[in-house]
Every structure is written in structure tokens, then in C-alpha cells.
């Protein structure tokens, strides 16, 4: 299995993707490749994990993502014409994407430019759904608690179990 990283990782990011899918993929990181292996690994891959797609996966290299079969999408930036295009055209493709729609706080206005929610091939996460009075605070507080937790020895809390981990 390949997993492609579009964005820039350093050093100490690599490690942690290592540790969390290392033993399961092979992983590329499309900013170390030149252009021709980057062909190869967009091809291959059978996942792309991209951050910002506007500026790290161009339009014309959907049709290259032919063994691809998740797209994972942190943040909005792709033009999303080819993107519903192409998951229309390949049924087998999924895209899990946060930001599909143009956002009121920036534009002044709500819309969304392609029906992505009516795909059976898309999953959908609002990424602003915590957006919410307090949200901020009471995440900060529920980090701390837990780091307060591992400094005392003591075990965080709301761990994800052992058998739902990758190894």
C-alpha cells in the first residue's frame, strides 16, 4: 500500500506519519520527488493525504490518481469541478473532504458550487462544525487536563483502544 503526502513534512512530522502508518504503507512525499516520480507515486498511490490541494495537486493530475482510492482533504483549496468530475467518473474513488461549499465569514454568502453531498462516494466533515462559542476554550482545557494527566503518571483520557489503532 502507498500513501502519498502532498503538503511539506518535516523531520519531526515524518516521524509521527511513520509511526502511525509506516508498518501498514509505503509513504512518498510528493515535495521530495521531481516531476516524473511524482507521475509514478500519483498513479501507484492508494492513498493522498493533501492539506492545501489548490497549491499541491493540480487539476490535471486527478486522472492520474487511477489505483487511488481515498483522497483525504484537511483543508479546503482544490478546484472542485475536476474533483466531482472525477469521483462521478470513478465510483470506486473516495474523497473525504472538510470544505466543499463557499463560506459566508469570507465571501458573505453561503453556496455550494458542485452537489458533492448527493455522491455515495464522498464523505463529508464540516471542518468549522466546532466553530462555536467556547469551543476553543473548553478544547484547550480538555488538552491540558490530559497533559496534566501524563505528567503525573496517570493515563489520558479518551484514548483510542488498542484494537482500533493502526500498528
Known amino acids: 500500500m502507498i500513501l502519498a503526502v502532498t503538503f511539506e513534512v518535516k523531520e519531526a512530522q515524518r516521524a509521527i506519519v ?3 502508518v509506516g508498518k501498514v504503507a509505503d509513504i512518498c512525499y510528493l515535495a521530495d520527488l521531481g516531476a516524473a516520480e511524482r507521475k509514478d507515486v500519483l498513479r501507484c498511490a492508494d492513498v493522498l493525504l493533501a492539506r492545501n490541494t489548490a497549491k499541491e495537486l493540480r487539476s490535471e493530475e486527478l486522472p492520474l490518481l487511477q489505483k487511488t482510492r481515498l483522497i ?3 483543508s479546503a483549496g482544490l478546484d472542485y469541478i475536476p474533483l466531482h468530475q472525477h469521483l462521478r467518473a470513478k465510483p470506486r474513488f473516495t474523497a473525504c473532504i472538510d470544505a466543499w461549499w463557499v463560506e459566508p465569514a469570507r465571501h458573505g454568502e453561503f453556496r455550494m458550487n458542485r452537489p458533492f453531498l448527493e455522491l455515495p462516494n464522498v464523505i463529508a466533515s464540516p471542518h468549522n462544525s466546532a ?3 467556547m469551543a476553543s476554550d473548553v478544547a484547550l482545557r480538555c488538552v491540558l487536563a490530559n497533559c496534566r494527566r501524563a ?3 496517570e493515563t489520558p483520557l479518551h484514548l483510542v483502544p488498542p484494537d482500533e489503532r493502526v500498528s
Do not use: N
Request: charged content about 10%; overall charge negative.
Open 18 to 20: 511513520s509511526e502511525a
Open 72 to 74: 483525504q482533504f484537511l
Open 131 to 133: 466553530s462555536v462559542p
Open 151 to 153: 505528567l503525573m503518571g
